[in-house]
């Protein structure tokens, strides 16, 4: 068992769910808040708090006694069903301050923090990301806590095949935002990162002009990776973008020693096995990362 208990707020999302399970698989002590009860697999892997941050003394109740926070609670703008924007900035923002003003009062703890690659001012959701990685500058520069910022890229469930199109866009495998959640933990906590900013996103690997002209170029160099990647992209109708989104992750790698595994022939070759098998993959479902061989 790790020393010292781990806050994961949003500890039922998305995120939270697969990043307590990784945590608890690595023998951390976890403290689970959110407002709404997590299910049974979630719940035994740690002690469970219901709590909403938008209240200060709740936010002080869950932070007591932690000597670390991921922070992931939230609501997104792509939430269904939608929530309002007043909403979105209660629950982002409001949260976040009550939060960290929590960990100032108590000891100033180090903190993970799930940004979002929609911050920006293009709507209400991208300004609460971008005044919470504030609040959280803030909160380093006040108490000189660890602060590592995640910027996720787009990792919620969906359909299979628009699962592996996004991978080529702006999407992630969750098991790469979990990787890279832990990574950052486990740097604030050592002391040998202060104030660092990261992109979460995938990294194919290939070339820049494949990247750069991918619908032209690129089922060929699927094809030369991973024979039969052609036939399968016609067969799938996948929608192939002009251009893949790659983003520089060096820092992530220097800072972090963080790189993302899943790439878009990861997902190429999970569909071969299932076409092989016959399988209705036009059905099939996946939490944000890929589902993996089914039990026999």
Not at 41 to 49: F, I, M, S, Y
Request: net charge neutral; charged share 20%; aromatic share 6%.
């Amino acid at each position: 068992m790790r020393s010292g208990r781990v806050l994961v707020t949003g500890a039922t999302g998305n995120a939270g769910s697969a990043v307590c399970a990784a945590l608890a698989a690595e023998g951390h002590a976890l403290r689970l808040a959110d407002v709404t009860l997590p299910g049974p697999d979630t719940r035994r892997l740690g002690e469970v708090v219901r709590c909403d941050l938008r209240t200060p003394e709740d936010a002080r109740r869950v932070v007591d006694g932690v000597d670390a926070v991921i922070h992931l609670a939230a609501w997104h703008s792509g939430h269904v069903p939608p929530v309002s924007d007043p909403t979105l900035f209660s629950v982002n923002v409001d949260g976040t301050f009550h939060l960290l003003q929590a960990c100032r009062e108590a000891g100033a703890p180090p903190v993970v923090f799930g940004s979002s690659m929609a911050h920006g001012f293009g709507d209400v959701y991208g300004l609460t990301k971008v005044l919470g990685e504030d609040l959280c500058r803030g909160y380093h520069h006040m108490t000189g806590a660890a602060v590592v910022m995640l910027r996720y890229h787009a990792f919620v469930p969906g359909p299979y095949l628009e699962y592996g199109a996004r991978l080529l866009r702006n999407g992630v495998d969750r098991r790469d935002v979990v990787s890279a959640t832990l990574a950052a933990l486990a740097a604030v906590r050592s002391g040998c990162v202060t104030l660092f900013t990261t992109v979460v996103h995938s990294d194919h690997g290939m070339p820049p002009e494949v990247r750069a002209d991918f619908r032209r170029l690129g089922p060929a160099w699927c094809e030369a990776q991973l024979p039969g990647s052609r036939a399968l992209l016609k067969r799938y109708g996948l929608d192939l973008p002009e251009r893949v989104e790659q983003h520089d992750l060096s820092g992530a790698a220097g800072q972090l020693g963080w790189r993302p595994q899943v790439t878009f022939l990861d997902f190429l070759r999970d569909l071969a096995r299932r076409d092989a098998r016959g399988e209705d993959v036009r059905r099939l479902t996946v939490p944000g990362e890929l589902p993996g061989e089914p039990s026999p």
